[in-house]
């Protein structure tokens, strides 16, 4: 999995035709663009969890656990002057 940080109005390519857009944001929501072709089956997560109603498929999903947000390793170091 690949985790990074990006400003508003970078994107990511995904091959050659499914581009995401980050849009900005504020507090804890992200506004995205999602531009792909129509074959892609594009679900957000929340319809795919309401619509699973076996505990077992339920597991199966990925499991994605929140991380603190710069973790010590990458802060930059301040020097003090």
């Given at each position: 999995?690949?985790r990074?940080?990006?400003?508003?109005?970078?994107?990511?390519?995904?091959?050659?035709?499914?581009?995401i857009?980050?849009?900005g944001?504020?507090?804890?929501h992200?506004?995205?663009?999602?531009?792909?072709?129509?074959?892609?089956?594009?679900?957000?997560?929340?319809v795919?969890?309401?619509?699973?109603?076996?505990?077992?498929?339920?597991?199966?999903?990925?499991?994605?656990?929140?991380?603190e947000?710069?973790?010590?390793?990458?802060?930059k170091?301040?020097?003090?002057?």
């Amino acid at each position: 999995m690949l985790r990074m940080s990006v400003a508003a109005e970078e994107y990511l390519m995904l091959g050659d035709d499914i581009k995401i857009v980050f849009l900005g944001g504020t507090g804890k929501h992200m506004r995205i663009m999602v531009d792909a072709p129509k074959e892609v089956n594009i679900v957000r997560s929340r319809v795919l969890e309401k619509e699973i109603t076996g505990q077992e498929e339920r597991d199966r999903l990925p499991k994605y656990y929140r991380e603190e947000e710069h973790p010590e390793k990458y802060k930059k170091k301040t020097v003090k002057r």
